[in-house]
Structures are given as structure tokens and as C-alpha cells.
């Protein structure tokens, strides 16, 4: 006798802790559907102002990086490089400006 009344505790308390799991998961999952919900709105609304942006522009064309001209290579990779050297410049002149504030802050 004393056995079933340990067993049945044990078999009620397991079924109220699965009931108590099942409760929270399906809260859980409900709450995830409905931030899936949101998120799928939120998607298609930024979906519409890309179609409409992209609307406005005309088809993309593919451009190579090089020509088989090597003039016109040689101008357009100078050209590159012009706008490397200054954007390298511009970063330096932060960097370095940044650098001056903090040794005027340490000293």
C-alpha cells in the first residue's frame, strides 16, 4: 500500500511538471509566431520601398573592372588608386587627431 501512494505522488507530480513544461513551451512558441508575425510584416513593408526605390533607377549594367584598353585601364586604376590614396589620408588625419586627444588626455 505504501508503494502505490509513493508511485502515485510520483506519477501526479511528473504530470503536473509536464503540464507545467507544455504551458511555458506553448506560451513560448506563441509568442516567437507572433514576432515571426511582426518580423514578416516588417520584411514585406521594407520589400515594397526597395521595389520602389529600385523602381526609379534604370537596369544595372555590368561593367568589367579592366578594359582591354590598356589606356583606359591604366586612367581607371589611377583613378582608383587616387581615391585610395584619399581615403587613406582622410582616415589617417582622423586616426590622428584622435590620437593627439587622447595623449592630451593622458598627460
Known amino acids: 500500500m505504501l508503494w502505490f501512494i509513493v508511485w502515485s505522488v510520483l ?3 511528473t ?21 515571426v508575425d511582426r518580423g514578416a510584416g516588417v520584411f514585406a513593408g ?5 521595389e520602389a526605390l529600385r523602381g526609379d ?9 579592366l ?10 586604376v589611377t583613378a582608383l588608386r587616387k ?4 581615403r587613406k589620408d582622410r582616415r589617417r588625419r582622423a586616426h590622428s587627431a584622435t ?7 593622458s598627460h
Open 11 to 13: 506519477v501526479v507530480a
Open 15 to 35: 504530470l503536473g511538471v509536464c503540464f507545467l513544461l507544455w504551458r511555458r513551451l506553448y506560451h513560448a512558441a506563441r509568442a516567437t509566431m507572433v514576432e
Open 46 to 50: 521594407l520589400t515594397d520601398q526597395v
Open 57 to 65: 533607377l534604370g537596369p544595372f549594367v555590368v561593367r568589367p573592372g
Open 67 to 76: 578594359s582591354h584598353d590598356p589606356v583606359e585601364a591604366r586612367t581607371r
Open 83 to 86: 581615391e585610395r590614396q584619399l
Open 99 to 105: 590620437y593627439e586627444r587622447w595623449d592630451a588626455h
